[in-house]
């Protein structure tokens, strides 16, 4: 089945830890996304790849890190740095597209909760 | 810059009672326009795509329809499977690939 796979489903962090969220997708998108969900909100763009080896921040990425060495694999890094990490992080992925729409589609998130 | 704003907050419906969800946006130029439902502690299901004034689309008891400055999600004889937050997303031309999101509409439907 194709789609996209988050791990883990909750995370606990201690204060002043880093921890890295695994996103891997098997749709053969180009592009993929990191978005932030708080309780009651629609969700904020935290960093974009558009290709591999590239990615553009988005919204709210202080305190965050990505990679993009592979298509298939966009991982998250929570760094000390962001100070209310506490929230539901959700990866996309979607096809580039310079024309049309393009939809995005959604893994089941991971749910980071700081100790 | 891009604006999405979804009304109401929250809805309660009894089960068999249609209802609408509004979606109203600002974006320099729309690429499309989405409808996304979610479960609690799940990631944001795909419904729809409308990409122009006009447009419609269905599936099941929704139908999204778009205007020039809004769009809606009539829900027709809703059944409890119903109950979910849904959210609405604009892409712009100007912005690439990315969504603007709203902040949703939690519905609830009673038996």
């Known amino acids: 089945d194709g789609g996209i796979t988050q791990s883990p489903k909750y995370l606990f962090r201690k204060e002043g830890q880093n921890v890295t969220l695994s996103c891997e997708q098997n749709?053969?998108?180009?592009?993929m996304y990191w978005y932030r969900q708080d309780p009651g909100q629609g969700l904020r763009l935290i960093y974009y790849s558009q290709i591999v080896n590239d990615f553009q921040k988005g919204d709210i990425a202080e305190g965050y890190s990505v990679s993009r060495e592979k298509k298939e694999s966009f991982p998250l890094t929570v760094t000390s740095a962001q100070k209310n990490p506490t929230a539901f992080y959700l990866c996309?992925?979607?096809?580039?597209?310079?024309?049309?729409?393009?939809?995005?589609?959604f893994g089941p998130g991971t749910r980071l909760t700081v100790l | 810059e891009d604006q999405v704003t979804q009304s109401p907050e929250a809805l309660r419906l009894q089960e068999g009672e249609s209802s609408s969800l509004n979606c109203s946006y600002t974006v320099s130029g729309l690429r499309g326009l989405f409808w996304y439902r979610q479960d609690p502690g799940k990631g944001p299901e795909f419904l729809f795509t409308?990409?122009?004034a006009g447009e419609e689309k269905e599936k099941e008891r929704l139908k999204a329809t778009l205007t020039k400055k809004e769009s809606f999600l009539h829900i027709t004889a809703p059944k409890p499977e119903d109950s979910a937050t849904y959210l609405c997303a604009v892409q712009a031309k100007a912005a690439g690939n990315k969504l603007t999101f709203g902040g949703g509409t939690r519905v609830l439907v009673k038996p």
């Open positions: 749709l053969n998108h180009d592009a």
């Open positions: 996309a992925s979607s096809m580039w597209s310079t024309g049309e729409a393009s939809e995005q589609f």
């Open positions: 409308l990409y122009s």
